[in-house]
Each structure stands twice: as C-alpha cells, then as structure tokens.
C-alpha cells in the first residue's frame, strides 16, 4: 500500500484503471504550467508514484479481463452447448413426434380400412341372407303351390266321388220303396206263422 497524493492510502487491489487514470488526469490538471512552453510543472515523486501505481494496476486490470475473457467464454461454451442440447431434444422430439404422427397415421388408416372390410362383409352378408331368403320363400311357394295342387285335385276328386256316392244313394232310395211294402207283408207272415 502506498499513500496517495492527497495522503490518504490506497488499496491497489480495490483501485480499478479507470480510476487511476482519471487521477492522473487530475494531477496534470492541477500541475503547474511553464508559460508560453506547453509545458507542466509536476512533483516527481507524485508523478512516480502514480506511474508505480497505474503498472501494479495494469497487471490486476488485464488478470481481471483475462479473467473475464475466460469466464465469458466459458459462458458462451455452456450456452452453445445448452443451445446445442436443446437443439438435439427438439430434434429428437419432432422426430418422436413425426413417427408417432405416422403411427397414428397408419393406425388412422388400419382403422379406416377395417371399417370399409366390415362394412363391405355386411353389404355382402346382408345381400347373401337376401338371396338366401328370396331362394327359401321361391322353394316354399314351390311348395306351398304343389300342395294347394294336390288339394285342389283331392277336392276335386272328392267331390267327384261324393256326386257318385250320391248318385248311388238316389238310385238306392229310388229303387227302396218297391221293396220295403214287400218286405213288411214277408215280415208279418213270418211272424203270423211263428206264432
């Protein structure tokens, strides 16, 4: 530590460059002029310690920005690398984002297609059960019209077996009544002799 020019000490430690220069530029300011020479009267031992002071300060002054140089750099490194690292997620994340896109694209599409399968097997079901019915209800007309045939023709036949029976029933009523006065006169000299 030295004691400065206004005799109070100071901290070269705590003393930045620039405050040291605005010293020396007061010093020269308050120095004394040589007329018409452009020239300044100083204290030498002031002038020397100043300088002595301003070479400690200049060692402290460029550790302190080399320092700072490193400490920016290795601010910039880190941001580069955080950068760089958000980068590679981002990336990751749209790609992430883009396969599952594709999956839920592909899966979209599985989903479509299976529906337009069961909606095509449906149709076709649907016109086979149709078919299936339409033939069904063809045979059982088929059917249904062969037994009203065999009924007709059952009917008509007995019909025409019950106009023949009733035929023969006339002509048996008809031929009755000459035989049933002869059989009641045979039947009661049966019964006049029997007695």
């Known amino acids: 530590m030295r004691e400065g020019r206004e005799g109070r000490e100071t901290d070269v430690g705590e003393q930045d460059l620039l405050a040291l220069l605005d010293e020396l530029e007061g010093f ?12 300044l009267l100083v204290n030498e031992q002031e002038a020397f310690e100043l300088i002595d002071r301003l070479r400690q300060c ?11 140089t490193r400490e920016r750099e290795r601010l910039m490194n880190q941001a580069r690398e955080e950068g760089e690292h958000l980068i590679n997620e981002s990336r990751a994340y749209a790609e992430k984002l883009t396969r ?16 337009d ?28 019209q062969t037994v009203l045939a065999e009924v007709r023709r059952g009917r008509e036949q007995l019909g025409t077996l019950q106009a023949a029976a009733g035929a023969d029933e006339d002509e048996r009523h008809a031929s009755e ?9 045979s039947g009661r000299e049966r019964g006049r002799t029997g007695r």
């Not at 060692?59 to 320092?67: D, G, I, N, R, V």
């Not at 149709?123 to 033939?135: K, N, Q």
């Not at 009544?177 to 006169?185: F, G, I, N, V, Y």
């Open 28 to 39: 020269l300011a308050e120095s004394g002029r040589i007329p018409l020479t452009g020239r």
């Open 58 to 68: 200049i060692p402290e002054a460029l550790h302190q920005a080399q320092k700072l």
């Open 100 to 115: 599952e896109s594709v999956i839920v694209q592909r899966a979209q599409e599985n989903a479509d297609q299976m529906l």
């Open 117 to 144: 399968d069961a909606r095509r097997m449906g149709r076709e079901m649907r016109l086979a059960a149709r078919d299936y019915v339409d033939e069904s209800m063809e045979r059982l007309e088929s059917t249904v």
């Open 177 to 185: 009544p000459a035989e049933a006065p002869a059989r009641e006169a």
